[in-house]
Structure formats: C-alpha cells, structure tokens
C-alpha cells in the first residue's frame, strides 16, 4: 500500500514538473483582434503635418514563458486614411495622391508588412525587436522597441517605428527631387504607432 502511494505521489510530481516544463517553454499564440488594433502614422514637411491610420489585415503575436518571441503583422494599404485635413475634397485628393506611384503606389503594391526575426528582452515588458519591414517589395532589416501589456488577460503590443521613406523608393518632393512647389522639401522620415491587441 505504501508502496504504490509513493508510487501516485511521484507520478504526480512528475506530471506536474512536465506541465510546468511544458508551460514554461511551449509557445502561445494568442488570437489578435484586428478590430482593435491598429496602425497610426504620420509625415512631415516643411510646412505641413499630417497623420492618419491604416488597418491591419493580419497580425500574430508569439510569447514564450509570458514573454514575446516572435511575431508578424500585415498592413492593408488600401485603407489608408488623413485625420488633419477636415475638408472632404482637400482629403479625399490627399489620399488618392499618397496612393500613387508618387509615395506608396497601392495598386501594385496593396499590403505591406513586418517580420519579427529576433527578440531581446530589457525588463519584464519592454524588448528590443528586429525584423524585416516590407514596401513596395523593397525590404529592410529595421529595429525598435516594442511594450507588452496585460490587463484582464488581454496582451497589448505597442511600439513607435521611424522609417526613411528613401528605402523604399519614396522620393517624391524630397530634398534635391522633384514635386510641387508646396512640398518642395518633405522629410525622410515617416512614423509608424503600432498597437496590437490580442484578444
């Protein structure tokens, strides 16, 4: 009798050390509600801001250990929208400007995306990531700081990505190219305000 007690209890210490392995290493792709996520992004020029957003059509997340490993997002460019320009027909020109072979050419190139290929860790919820940024079909090896949430078991990504609009083609009113005579300078740089929300 004793004999198989001590048989149960080590049959189940070792069952709960290989759930607590397997918990510890497997990984966990939680869904991501793109309804909730989104993608912000804003530009400037000499005499002008503008900003808007554009919608996710996939994204995952992978955590290991609670911790983020790896991961993938798609941006649908044809959903590209202008919040600062208020008058219908300035904002609707804007728009139809921003998707054309000028900047961002959608109809040849209608998605964009990312690919994590390496995470590092710098406190419990904040990691550097790395990864290839696709545009255009131009891609480029990027890097930036990501923050992970999570309240009520939803995990929230957050990140801020500056991009040189030059790497992927873009150069359109640029310093020493050609473009209108109000955007006769607009900068390299454009901003990129991820937020994934995973359900």
């Not at 309240?151 to 790497?167: E, S």
């Amino acid at each position: 009798m004793k004999k198989n007690l001590l048989i149960l209890s080590s049959v189940f210490i070792l069952a709960i050390i290989a759930w607590l392995i397997y918990n510890k290493y497997r990984v966990v792709i939680p869904p991501v509600d793109t309804t909730k996520s989104e993608v912000g992004w804003s530009a400037k020029s000499v005499s002008d801001t503008h900003y808007g957003k554009v919608q996710l059509s996939k994204a995952t997340l992978e955590f290991k250990d609670s911790k983020l490993v790896g991961g993938a997002f798609e941006i649908d460019m044809n959903t590209i929208t202008v919040e600062d320009i208020t008058d219908a027909k300035h904002n609707s020109d804007f728009i139809r400007h921003i998707t054309t072979g000028d900047f961002f050419q959608t109809d040849q190139f209608p998605s964009a995306s990312f690919t994590i290929s390496d995470v590092e860790p710098i406190s419990e919820s904040e990691f550097i990531v790395s990864g290839d940024i696709t545009i255009k079909a131009i891609t480029k090896q990027i890097q930036f700081k990501t923050t992970i949430t999570k309240v009520n078991d939803i995990r929230t990504a957050r990140a801020t990505i500056v991009l040189d609009k030059n790497q992927f083609g873009i150069d359109y009113g640029g310093k020493d190219k050609p473009g209108s005579q109000k955007d006769w300078f607009i900068y390299d740089d454009f901003t990129l305000n991820v937020n994934i929300v995973c359900k």
